[in-house]
């Protein structure tokens, strides 16, 4: 654990053991470090001279010494349809996005887990991305804390919220970055905190097989895989990472996900991309692949981007796609995209700015 007192060493983060440690190194009792955790995670302060339970003595060591900084605010759109995506800048000039898609009374958070992707999807505008890192628990946190900050949610409403989901459905593969991950949501699950119930939250992962176990067994959040391919042969092509742990093994890996069941239920991801994946003949394989399993559809139109070779099923044949699952017994309904406008929609997202890649090899911007 690291102890160590750095000058404003940002506290967003830390767990709640990381953060007593922080200050009993300083002298401070472990009860400041829950009357902080209010203060950071339900109040959403950013000063420590608005916090008033903390005693007035207390307050001009733990300015000096802390803070509860977000990542800065690079970029700011909002599309015509309500979509909000925010360029976020962290302490090393890396960036990474955050896209807000609103409903009538409520809202899901699109939070990114790396700056970048390895995992190089053919039809995925991330995967085209040189720089690649883990995003720390602080900056995947940070991303909720700038969306609460933009919507007002401080304190934490008890009611009905604007931010009331999260999918980690953003750059990066969350189940590559575990451990973060892990913690992050377990800040944002904290009951004195944001308080954001695991059923609230969805992970999505393109398929890291000796993951998905301890991310039910550990975080308890419900899962969404992006299957995108009914057989070996087409998904290895789309999904890179299918040659690594292959259908059986994913399907073998979702069966055994803990908290799965009928009703609540894994969702299955599906890019429509036309005469690659959208065939009649391709719907039927999957109701056969995933018989017998607790599973949902999830049917994405294909976003565009530029330079890619792929194009959007018509919506004759998705309509159809999706009858043809319905008639197996599988709910598929098919996605309205959000956000196309500004490139906030599934797949679209992309930091590695022109200035950021000018930076990276010396040149000025
Ligand atoms: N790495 C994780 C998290 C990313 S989630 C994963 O793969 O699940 C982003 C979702 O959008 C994934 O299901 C991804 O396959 C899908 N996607 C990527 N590019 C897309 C595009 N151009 N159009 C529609 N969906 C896309």
């Known amino acids: 654990m690291d102890t160590e007192i750095n000058p404003r060493k940002n506290l967003i983060g830390l767990d709640r053991d990381e953060l007593a440690a922080q200050l009993t190194a300083i002298g401070e009792k472990p009860f400041r470090a829950k009357q902080l955790w209010h203060w950071m995670y339900y109040h959403g302060a950013t000063d420590f001279d608005a916090m008033t339970t903390i005693a007035k003595a207390a307050r001009p060591l733990l300015k000096e010494l802390f803070c509860t900084e977000r990542p800065d605010i690079s970029r700011l759109e909002t599309s015509e349809d309500g979509t909000r995506k925010w360029l976020l800048t962290f302490g090393d000039g890396n960036e990474a ?84 991950v892990k913690k992050a949501l377990k800040i944002i699950m904290d009951p004195e905190g944001i308080s ?29 895989v992006s299957l995108h391919a009914c057989n070996d042969e087409l998904r290895d092509t789309l999904v890179p990472i299918n040659r690594k742990y292959p259908l059986k093994e994913l399907i073998k890996a979702c069966r ?83 956000g196309r406008d500004i490139m906030a929609a599934c797949g679209q997202l992309k930091s590695d700015s022109e200035r950021q890649r000018r930076q990276k090899t010396g040149l000025s911007a």
């Open 256 to 338: 055994q996900y803990p908290g799965a069941n009928n009703a609540n239920r894994i969702t299955f991801e599906y890019a429509m991309l036309k005469g690659i994946n959208d065939s009649d003949a391709d719907a039927k394989e999957l109701i056969r692949l995933v018989r017998g399993l607790p599973v949902k559809f999830n049917l994405i139109p294909f976003n565009p981007w530029p330079g890619t070779r792929f194009e959007n099923s018509t919506p004759k044949q998705a309509k159809r796609f999706s009858e043809i699952l319905n008639n197996g017994g599988l709910s598929a309904p098919i996605r309205v995209p959000r």
């Open 196 to 224: 954001l119930s695991k059923r609230r939250i969805t992970l999505s992962t393109a398929g890291v097989v000796p993951m998905m176990q301890r991310c039910g067994a550990e975080i308890g959040v419900n899962l969404a």
């Open 97 to 180: 996005e955050t896209v807000y898609i609103p409903e009538t009374d409520r809202g899901a958070l699109c939070i990114s887990s790396q700056v970048g992707c390895t995992l190089n999807c053919s039809f995925c505008h991330t995967g085209t991305q040189k720089l690649v890192r883990n995003l720390t628990a602080g900056e995947i946190v940070g991303q909720m804390m700038v969306a609460r900050d933009s919507y007002n949610e401080w304190p934490v409403p008890k009611g009905a919220r604007m931010i009331s989901n999260i999918v980690m459905m953003g750059m990066g593969e969350p189940l590559y970055n575990f451990d973060n």
